[in-house]
T-cell receptor, first 114, second 114 residues
């Protein structure tokens, strides 16, 4: 069984479109995250949710809107896609938002905006 | 100064040798440190976590932490070609009012030659 799963794995779309990425974890963790890895492979946090509540919101354009329907699911909706949004988006989860808890990553969603 | 710095490499070592990967961080109050391995096209995989000064060993991997020098390293003994990957150093720090975030280095590419 996959611990942290994401759909879709690949997403190719045109500028201006709206798209969503979904994430699910079956680890029983309370905290979930969205990270973006750009073309230079630099991995940076975007959002974090703890028990459906947004706790970290980094400097991300408001075209990006996360939603957590329950603590096992975290979705990312992106409006008006731009070329610069092309990247790999990783979902991750941890038991607790405390600094000592390890984070486990999903397989990633490679988004290509043309 | 970057929050987490790593030499981008590539670091090339012969099979069976010890690979030494280094990382420095800027925030003195950071308490938790992680090493992730990322194969090309795959997601980051947690291989080591360390929280206290000194060494922590797990199989062929040893993590070393020196908080006074703000330095964390990863040693891989008996390096194998399958260890060839990008190794990401991550430092956990509090983000916002509540919750932690991982700050990643840019990663070191390791190549193990058979």
């Amino acid at each position: 069984d996959t611990a942290v799963s994401q759909t879709p794995k690949y997403l190719v779309t045109q500028m201006g479109n709206d798209k969503s990425i979904k994430c699910e974890q079956n680890l029983g963790h309370d905290t979930m995250y969205w990270y973006k890895q750009d073309s230079k492979k630099f991995l940076k946090i975007m959002f974090s949710y703890n028990n459906k509540e947004l706790i970290i919101n980094e400097t991300v354009p408001n075209r990006f809107s996360p939603k957590s329907p329950d603590k096992a699911h975290l979705n990312l909706h992106i409006n008006s896609l731009e070329l610069g949004d092309s990247a790999v988006y990783f979902c991750a989860s941890s038991q607790d938002p405390g600094t000592e808890y390890e984070q486990y990553f999903g397989p990633g969603t490679r988004l290509t905006v043309t | 100064q970057k929050e987490v710095e790593q030499n981008s490499g590539p670091l090339s070592v012969p099979e069976g040798a010890i690979a030494s990967l280094n990382c420095t961080y800027s925030d003195r109050v950071s308490q938790s440190f992680f090493w992730y391995r990322q194969y090309s096209g795959k997601s980051p995989e947690l291989i080591m976590s360390i929280y206290s000064n000194g060494d922590k060993e797990d199989g062929r991997f040893t993590a070393q932490l020196n908080k006074a020098s703000q330095y964390v390293s990863l040693l891989i003994r008996d390096s194998q070609p399958s260890d060839s990957a990008t190794y990401l150093c991550a430092v956990n720090k509090m983000g916002g009012e509540y919750g932690n975030k991982l700050v990643f280095g840019a990663g070191t590419i390791l190549r193990v030659k058979s």
